[in-house]
């Protein structure tokens, strides 16, 4: 029905019949799906909500098997610049933030490009916790961030997760949600910064609609 990036955890949906497979990936095609991720970023986003609308395009080259795939961001105005990039679009809201260093943040991708998330949030300045390959290495300090890693006792793992999805059954019409608990490594990490799953709103776009 959808897919996760490779290490990104969270809510899959798959339909067991043909006929409400398509009638799902038409919601989705139609945005008429909501998705919400959570993730641990590097330092804490200013503004604290916000939306970011670079463009993306695949970067020349990658490797076997697809593995060395890698998005680049491009400037709203520069898109007429390059005709392979896709508009995209992600909201962003910052749930809960640890001084500078580290942001709990809900992302909603308003598009729903390769590494969208991934590869905006690290564009302004704020790479998600254990993104090797957007983040830059742990002593690479981007904007105020930490680079891909914070050291300490937390987990060099991906910090991004598909907390949410909101959808309209294709049969009943009625609007359907699933939530996915937090993986291992994020619950530690969780646990660590003393953060409560119960302390933020399920939706905090919701109030800002």
Known sequence: MHRLDKDTSGVLMLAR?????????EALRHRAARKIYWAVVAGVP????????FGLEKAPGRGRGGE?????????????EHPDAKRAQ????????LGARLSWMALEPVTGRTHQLRAHMAEIGHPILGDGKY????????????????????SKKLHLHARSLSIE?????????????????????????????????ADPFEQIR
């Open 17 to 25: 019949t043909d006929r409400i497979a398509r009638a799902l990936s």
């Open 46 to 53: 200013h503004p604290r909500q916000g939306s970011i609308k």
């Open 68 to 80: 060395g795939e890698k998005m680049i961001c491009v400037h709203p105005a520069k898109m007429a």
């Open 90 to 97: 992600t909201d962003y809201f910052t749930l809960w933030f």
């Open 135 to 154: 983040g830059g290495g742990e002593s690479e300090n981007l904007g105020d961030g930490w680079g891909a890693g914070a050291g300490g006792d937390l």
């Open 169 to 201: 059954h294709p049969i009943t019409k009625k609007m359907l949600t699933f939530t996915a608990p937090l993986p291992e490594h994020m619950a530690r990490t969780w646990k660590l910064m003393d953060w409560k799953e119960t302390d933020v709103p």
